[in-house]
């Protein structure tokens, strides 16, 4: 498959952090979108927007009519309870890969989450666990993808520690000598891009991507990487996970249904090892990170400034 041939990509969470970068870089890439949106949207070149989402199956069908490729990134990273991570993650790719099916697609992208690795630690991860085996079990032609923590301009989700660190501070989960993984958005999408085409080392395939750093980061390294892109010299708290429960609980009361922290995401925290698998890496040849993660750090921090995030 060539990009110049216009072939035709639908997308899922088009409209969200990951998914308007890959939006782009689609457009930019020579195909046609087809993007699911739940609003209405500015009439863009090469976009047919669909109007709808993932409960609903008849905008799903139009989504993925004539569609080469079905690209899922649409999901919940979080939610007040089991429902909403259910019917977000579980029911909506149920919904996805039946449309794709009907509708003839081939070839269907998943964008899992390196949660899916742990289900027993989180709703979201078991939800994303149940999701990638669905896919798997689809019969199309099928790739997933696990990102670890994504960053970068315009991502509200680690905007709190950069908040933290313009104070001074980052709060970390109890072992600050816990490691993690991590890519720029951009990265990602790129990733995502070279997954498109239909290929046999990629069918039937589960990869993990990330900003190639060996190891990946202790908790403590990459707060103290945050400091520095936001020109702080900042003070790593390790805050124990019962306190970290009382936060959720306070979360909770405070922001209701759009709390951060919550009970969930308490579990996901404290785990000590959130790194890839070397072994599951894309192939070096064909896709590698291009952003050393300090400089995309400091890049995203001049983002939340110009923008008045922070």
């Known amino acids: 498959?060539?990009?110049g041939l216009h072939k035709t990509i639908a997308i899922t969470g088009a409209t969200g952090f990951v998914g308007g970068r890959m939006l782009d870089l689609v457009l930019r890439s020579g195909y046609e979108a087809r993007a699911?949106?739940?609003?209405?949207?500015d009439d863009r070149p090469g976009v047919t927007w669909v109007r709808g989402a993932l409960d609903n199956p008849a905008s799903l069908e139009t989504l993925c009519h004539d569609a080469d490729v079905v690209l899922h990134i649409a999901g919940v990273v979080n939610a007040p309870d089991r429902a909403g991570f259910e019917a977000g993650n579980v029911a909506g790719t149920l919904a996805v890969i039946g449309s794709a099916k009907q509708a003839g697609t081939k070839r269907f992208v998943h964008v899992s989450s390196l949660a899916a690795t742990r289900p027993e630690l989180s709703i979201y991860g078991e939800t994303k666990a149940k999701a990638e085996?669905?896919?798997?079990?689809?019969?199309?032609?099928?790739t997933i993808i696990r990102p670890p923590?994504?960053?970068?301009p315009g991502d509200a989700e680690m905007l709190e520690l950069f908040k933290m660190a313009r104070l001074g501070f980052v709060t970390l989960p109890p072992d600050a000598d816990g490691r993690m993984s991590v890519i720029h958005v951009e990265d990602l999408c790129e990733a995502l891009l070279v997954l498109l085409p239909e290929q046999e080392d990629f069918t039937a395939g589960i990869f993990e991507v990330d900003d190639g750093k060996p190891g990946g980061w202790t908790q403590a390294s990459f707060a103290k990487?945050?400091?520095?892109?936001?020109?702080?010299?900042?003070?790593?708290?390790?805050?124990?996970?019962s306190l970290l429960r009382l936060g959720a609980r306070a979360d909770r009361l405070i922001r209701r249904?759009?709390?951060k922290l919550t009970k969930d995401r308490v579990n996901y925290f404290c785990h000590d090892d959130w790194t890839i698998d070397p072994q599951r890496r894309l192939p070096a040849q064909l896709w590698q990170p291009?952003?050393?993660?300090?400089?995309?750090?400091?890049?995203?921090a001049k983002w939340y400034r110009q923008n008045d995030w922070l």
């Open 1 to 3: 498959m060539t990009a």
């Open 36 to 41: 699911l949106t739940r609003r209405k949207q």
């Open 133 to 142: 085996k669905i896919v798997a079990t689809s019969g199309l032609d099928w």
């Open 149 to 152: 923590a994504v960053y970068g």
């Open 225 to 241: 990487a945050i400091g520095w892109a936001m020109g702080k010299r900042i003070t790593a708290v390790g805050v124990p996970k």
């Open 257 to 259: 249904d759009k709390a």
């Open 290 to 300: 291009q952003i050393e993660t300090r400089a995309g750090l400091k890049d995203t």
